[in-house]
């Protein structure tokens, strides 16, 4: 059983996601204190092809998601997945989308199935600058074996190139083959 009562996104679905991934647990039981969070446990179910079963009770649900042999297979299952971030927030919204990109790369450093590369370009770039807010997150990637390359151009453009604190500098032409070939790619 797990307790994510008052935690926020994404931390409920992290915790489960880390108990499933587990080979000796086919079942496990989360309490949640919010509709969202139920929502994503559900969602992550589904993307694991396992089922989940949702009690309500005073305050609370308890989202019990049970895996099958094809969930088990999913969750082990990797692919060469590159993440192109062409903007330093999340959205439309660009002072809620500054937490949400923050919340995104968080993410990526608590999940399974890293990414093989994250590209950054246009006002992207700023996230590998010093006064970045993601850049401890950042580094935790870069040391979990995922590259890290940021737009030349774009470095140059916002006068930051002396002031790249993770991975490398790359051109156009890399970040258009590393686009090209990825069997997954999520495009921010």
């Excluded at 000796?24 to 446990?41: H, K, R």
């Excluded at 989940?52 to 649900?61: F, N, R, T």
């Excluded at 308890?62 to 927030?89: G, H, L, M, P, Y």
Aim: proline content about 2%; overall charge negative.
């Amino acid at each position: 059983m797990i307790d994510a009562r008052g935690l926020l996104c994404p931390q409920p679905v992290i915790l489960t996601k880390a108990e499933l991934n587990k080979p000796e647990v086919n079942e496990t039981s989360t309490f949640v204190d919010n509709e969202v969070a139920v929502s994503n446990l559900q969602k992550l179910a589904e993307s694991i092809g396992a089922k989940s079963k949702v009690d309500a009770y005073d305050g609370y649900w308890d989202v019990t998601i049970t895996k099958s042999d094809a969930a088990a297979a999913n969750i082990a299952k990797q692919e060469k997945t590159v993440i192109a971030i062409s903007r330093n927030f999340l959205g439309h919204d660009e002072e809620l989308g500054k937490i949400l990109i923050k919340s995104f790369i968080y993410t990526i450093t608590e999940a399974d199935h890293k990414p093989e590369e994250i590209l950054f370009f246009n006002s992207g770039a700023k996230l590998v600058a010093s006064d970045s807010e993601v850049l401890g997150d950042l580094k935790k990637l870069e040391e979990a074996g995922v590259k890290i390359n940021t737009c030349g151009i774009c470095l140059d453009y916002y006068n930051i190139k002396e002031d790249v604190q993770v991975g490398g500098i790359t051109n156009m032409y890399a970040i258009y083959e590393a686009m090209a070939t990825a069997s997954h790619l999520i495009n921010i």
